[in-house]
């Protein structure tokens, strides 16, 4: 905030205004761009710094007007009714503007944009009565700042299954490869350089639990350099399978060897006695099978085959826009990065959606790597492994999402 005459500014305005006419103020004895005198009389200033209208002790319906030092245009304000209604724009001391917005009935209604110096677009947000509808974040240099809801790192590359509903089942992942340790570190060194709070998944086409001193320690770094992140685990149970425990008790003892917030079990084989969808205070979700509901072809790696061969194939093609790649960030054990869950490395139709390795570069810069596709799937133009896609929004992927019953609703 700036400050006139050694008083805040909005002090010094509300102690001198007039309660009617034209309210003209220049610039005297200037400290920077911020502080300094301020004078009613023309002779005594150093250069306009305010000008607008008050009508009854309100600002009149019109534009106000501001000043830099340096006598550039600093802001034109619009007021109606004695609230703040209409394009409102600032500018940088050095002529480019700094922001632009629209308010209605004082409430910020469209396009609210930022620049930085440069004139880099900082931020980019639409809002609709005051409500925030979609915003946009870059770096100075033009990068595009990601902001993801949920984060899959697969930490070692071992399943025991090979189910006909998962591309394992082509690529089949029968072998022990822990991530490296200071890949998993730069991974999470750089979610915390992003300020990322949401949700950490520890899996992918592997099993978890499979090597549970390697899931603890990634949990355990997460939580010392993540503390706001949600830590979440999906498995196929068959490590805490035997007869006659219940899905109860397994949920008991997962939860008492790994540390997370979030845990999935898939009963793929409907062996449990006990099934749940949602424990509102445990984090735990339970699925059979058949009300998992939201299968796909894997990219085309399933494609006639497995699960996906006929009457459950489908020639159908996708119409419906993905907003997955922007809202979602996939690593697999060997560092690679990619947008959607579905995408691997082992398959070649995919190797032009894998945009890079984490050693090799950020995940900021991957992400601006896939501007072009992500764009593109948003806008229902779909690459060659997209178009037979018929999986709908998950949970973290559909508008508004809400994460579980004991879960917080996001934008």
């Not at 300094?36 to 305010?50: K, N, S």
Request: with cysteine; aromatic share 14%.
């Amino acid at each position: 905030m700036s400050n006139i005459n050694d008083k805040p500014s909005e002090v010094w305005i509300k102690e001198n205004h007039p309660e009617n006419g034209l309210f003209r103020v220049y610039w005297k004895d200037i400290i920077d761009n911020y502080d300094g005198g301020a004078t009613l009389d023309l002779d005594e200033g150093e250069g306009l710094r305010y000008e607008w209208y008050y009508k009854d002790g309100e600002r009149a319906d019109g534009p106000s007007y501001a000043w830099w030092p340096s006598g550039n245009i600093k802001q034109i304000r619009s007021y109606k009714d004695g609230k703040c209604d209409g394009l409102w724009i600032d500018w940088h001391d050095n002529g480019q503007k700094s922001s632009e917005k629209t308010y209605k009935d004082d409430k910020y209604d469209g396009l609210f944009t930022r620049w930085f110096e440069n004139g880099q677009k900082k931020s980019e947000g639409t809002y609709k009565d005051a409500e925030k509808i979609k915003e946009t974040f870059w770096y100075e240099n033009g990068q595009e700042i990601p902001i993801f809801r949920k984060i899959d790192i697969e930490t070692h590359s071992y399943c025991n299954r090979t189910c006909d509903f998962c591309s394992d089942y082509i690529y089949p992942r029968q072998f022990m490869k822990e991530m490296d340790k200071g890949v998993f570190s730069k991974i999470i060194d750089e979610l915390v350089e992003l300020g990322y709070d949401r949700y950490i998944f520890l899996f992918r086409y592997n099993e978890p639990l499979s090597n549970l001193p390697n899931i603890n320690r990634c949990a355990a770094e997460v939580r010392k350099k993540l503390p706001k992140v949600k830590i979440g685990i999906n498995t196929n149970g068959d490590y805490y399978r035997k007869g006659g425990r219940d899905g109860t008790e397994m949920a008991d003892m997962i939860q008492k060897d790994i540390d997370a917030d979030y845990l999935t079990i898939m009963d793929y084989d409907d062996k449990f006695e006990e099934f749940w969808d949602e424990d509102e205070d445990g984090g735990v979700r339970m699925m059979k099978f058949d009300s998992i509901g939201n299968m796909c072809d894997r990219g085309g790696t399933l494609k006639g085959k497995g699960y996906f061969d006929d009457p459950y194939n489908t020639d159908e093609l996708r119409t419906e826009a993905c907003y997955e790649p922007e809202r979602v960030l996939a690593i697999d054990y060997l560092g690679n990065i990619t947008f959607c869950c579905n995408f691997r490395i082992e398959n070649p139709a995919h190797k032009d959606f894998i945009f890079g390795n984490i050693e090799d570069i950020s995940i900021v810069e991957a992400y601006n790597r896939a501007t072009e596709f992500r764009e593109s799937v948003a806008k229902s133009i779909f690459p060659d492994p997209c178009k037979y896609c018929q999986m709908k929004p998950g949970r973290f992927s559909r508008d508004n999402p809400s994460i579980g019953n004991n879960m917080e609703t996001y934008e």
